[in-house]
Structure formats: C-alpha cells, structure tokens
C-alpha cells in the first residue's frame, strides 16, 4: 500500500515499506540480535548502511564521482550557518523567497557581504522573482528551491556565472531534475526523504578546496566529507530510515 | 525483561520497553493513525511528549525550576563548539581527561583564552588528575565525568569557585549525583537515554544571561530554550525514545 506523498508544509507522508523496514530494524538489526539504535556506527553493518545512504542519492540524483554526501545532524537550520562559515568569505549572493530563504540570508549576513538579488518579500513571498541578476564576484548563489510556506516554488534552475547552492529541503526527490548545475544541494530529512533528525548534503568535491577560514570542528564540511559522514556519531536511525526511503524512490522512479 | 545496561565505549542497551514504546509509535504515534515520524512536531501530541521529555531529566536529577532542559542535534561534539561560542568570553578552565575533554578543549581555543587546569595524557588518559586549582577569573569550569575511551571516571564533583559545566555523555542517569551543583550538563543521548541523534542540555536559567557574544542562531543557546527546544524541527524520533528510557528510569530509580 503506498501512501500519498506530501510536499507542502509539515512533515511529509512516508511509504509504508520504509516505515516498515525501520520498525524491523529496531526489532533486529541486520540479525544482529540488537536494535538498530544499539549497535555502534562503527559496526559493519551500520558502515554498509551509511555508505548506501551517501551513494544513493547521488545515483538517483545522476551525479557522479565528482559529487559526495554526507548525513549531519541539526537540520537545516544549522546547514543555514554552516553554508556561508565554510563558504562566504567576502560576498555571496541569495535570492529571498521566503521564511527558509530570508533565515538562510539572516545567518550569511553573520558571515560576510550578502547581496540579496531580489525579494519577494514585499508581497509577502507570495510569488517568485523573474529578473534578477548574480553578481560575477560572489562566492556562491544560494536560493530556496520551494517555499513551502507559500508554496511558491522556482520552476527552472537559473543560470549562474557562480557555484549554485540550493536548499532543496521541501522538493528533493520530488521530480527529475539537472543535479549537475548545483555545487551544493541540502535538504533536510523530513519534508520529502525520511524522519527530522538529518539533513543530506551534497557538494561538488571540488568545492572543498575553497574553504579558507578557520571553522570550528563541527561546522568544518571538510571533517565530516573527509570522515564520510563519520565524523562523530551520525543519527543512526534518520540514516537508516531515509535509506529506506530512496530505495522506494529508486524503485518508483522520479 | 531488562537487559543489561552498557556504560563503556560504544552505544547503550536500551530498556525493551522502550524500544517496544517506540516501535508502537512509528506504527501509530498516540492514536493520529499516522507515524511518529510523519507527524508535525508542532502537533499537540508531540507538543507534550517534548514538554514531557524536557521535564523528566530535571525531575529525575532533582533540579528546580531554577533550571531548564532542551533536546538538540548534532550529537555532544557540537556543544563542544557551542558551550564556548556561548560562555567563553575572555577566559574558561578546562580539565583535560580523555579524548573527548581534548576535543572540547580543541573547540574551546577557538573562542578565547582556554586555561588546562590538569591533563592525564602524558599516562595516555588512564588516570583522573586529584590536584588542581580552578582560577576565580574563569568564566566556567568544564569537565567529562566519565571518559569512556579509557574507562577513567570522576568519584566526586570538584568544588568549583565558578560555574561548573560537564559533559556527562556516558555516565549521565547511572547513578545519584547532586546535579544542582552544576550551572550546565550536556550529554548525547545514545550512551544512556537514546539513540544517537539528540543531545540534552540542562543548564540554569540564570546562565542565559550571561550570553553577550554575536552568535550565529541555531548556535546560540538562548534561541532553543526560549522556544522549549522547537526553535527549529527537533530530532523527534530520538526526543521520543529517550523519553521512554528516562520513563524507565525514573521507574527503577537511579
């Protein structure tokens, strides 16, 4: 029996299967007569599920070696700070949609210069701005894919003469689209891909080469990449779960 | 049926019936016919199980309303960073017994003046430092009560002349302890209360107010308890466990 999704705000509706395959998980995980939240993430079965749950949304998503994800803790909120700690180093540039989208330009402006190319928050975020221009000397171009709140949602990928950052949070995996033109998509888990407590991200590797400042440990991208999601313990279950998840997305199909 | 619990390296057993709890509630969380995972953590059910889940620590340490607990993500590695950005303005004392104290230590360097007041790692952490002197002009004094790695545990609070902060990770609801001696307690739930992917505070309320520091939001302490723990989406599977472990808890006493 399979569910409707949802992809307005709130959480979204999950396929019965993952629900399912995550109940027997913490029932006995993997035979090893413990439940998925008492075995180590170190143990090789949760290091074969991790390693899934990196691979799979590149594969669904169609990118390739160039491209790595990782599973973090703190949803996207904290991907909101950590966007702009690891990557804004003089000016970047976001495009303000929305509620996700105005917080994400409130925690860059933390961080350096943000240039906010245009707005729609004079007609409260009811609509999406056509005509705005990037500028060719920001480090990045950060925008809100769909704004859940108002439900105004970008159409196409705008063409940017810098890296493309996306918070794709309430649309990822909803509809095929051209991964290979972001350097950086986020999402977190709950809206379209699993439970609240991870949020996927994925970068272009490359990228990595650009961080220049000094961050602390955990807001540091290049740890959590280098450790392949490691780092320090991972959400375990939220893991499993979205796993879950893109294994029935893979089977269904964009 | 108990089972043993767990309180050396790696993730703890947990108490069945709180696995059984939670399975119960991914299948149908408190008569909504929908799953834990797929309702809204602003729903009125999920709405008490967090006010429950913040109450119950405080109840089971004996701690007033003179203190307050939330639920965050990014496991007890992102209060390393959290705890200084918060509280160490100029100076803070740090005791350095065990890998995780020398990560805490790694972070707190990064935000001011960071004074070791002892270390065991010329024994390789296999003892707990006796004599050491906490200075009066510290902003707090931080410890790790159990250092699982080594198995190298505290036996008694030291008497601090400022506020006593501890990262009790692994010992944290293990046995009586006088917690109103402490201003804060942070601890990753998947040692002792839970599946890794929320991480409790405690702290006294009091302490809120001595945050002057620029603080990027999801990092500011300040935030997440003036929103009881739901300034953004929490970890609810793992809020919702660790509220069934510290039901059983408090069932058995400590």
């Given at each position: 029996m399979t569910k409707v999704h949802n992809f307005s705000a709130g959480p979204g509706i999950l396929p019965q299967q993952a629900i399912d395959n995550s109940i027997s998980a913490l029932q006995n995980f993997m035979g090893t007569n413990l439940s998925l939240i008492e075995v180590s993430h170190r143990d090789k079965e949760f290091e074969s599920v991790m390693a899934e749950a990196r691979q799979l949304p590149l594969d669904i998503l169609g990118l390739g070696d160039d491209y790595d994800a990782v599973y973090l803790g703190g949803g996207a909120s904290l991907q909101?700070?950590?966007?702009?700690?690891?990557?804004?180093?003089?000016?970047?540039?976001?495009?303000?949609?929305?509620?996700?989208?105005?917080?994400?330009?409130?925690?860059?402006?933390?961080?350096?210069?943000?240039?906010?190319?245009?707005?729609?928050?004079?007609?409260?975020?009811?609509?999406?701005?056509?005509?705005?221009?990037?500028?060719?000397?920001?480090?990045?171009?950060?925008?809100?894919?769909?704004?859940?709140?108002?439900?105004?949602?970008?159409?196409?990928?705008?063409?940017?003469?810098?890296?493309?950052?996306?918070?794709?949070?309430s649309d990822i995996f909803s509809k095929q689209i051209d991964a290979k033109k972001f350097d950086l998509i986020y999402a977190g888990a709950q809206k379209n891909m699993g439970p609240a407590g991870a949020t996927l991200v994925i970068l272009k590797k490359e990228l990595l080469e650009k961080i220049t400042r000094k961050i602390p440990s955990m807001l540091d991208y290049r740890n959590h990449f280098s450790k392949e999601s490691m780092y320090n313990t991972p959400p375990v279950f939220a893991v499993y779960c979205s796993l879950q998840v893109l294994k029935w997305v893979k089977e269904m199909g964009l």
């Open positions: 909101f700070c950590m966007v702009p700690y690891n990557f804004l180093n003089t000016k970047a540039a976001y495009l303000k949609t929305g509620v996700w989208a105005a917080n994400a330009v409130k925690e860059a402006k933390f961080f350096g210069e943000t240039d906010v190319v245009a707005s729609s928050e004079d007609k409260n975020y009811t609509y999406v701005p056509k005509d705005f221009v990037i500028p060719t000397d920001a480090e990045y171009f950060h925008y809100t894919s769909n704004n859940t709140i108002y439900g105004t949602q970008m159409h196409s990928i705008p063409n940017s003469p810098v890296p493309l950052f996306c918070d794709m949070s």
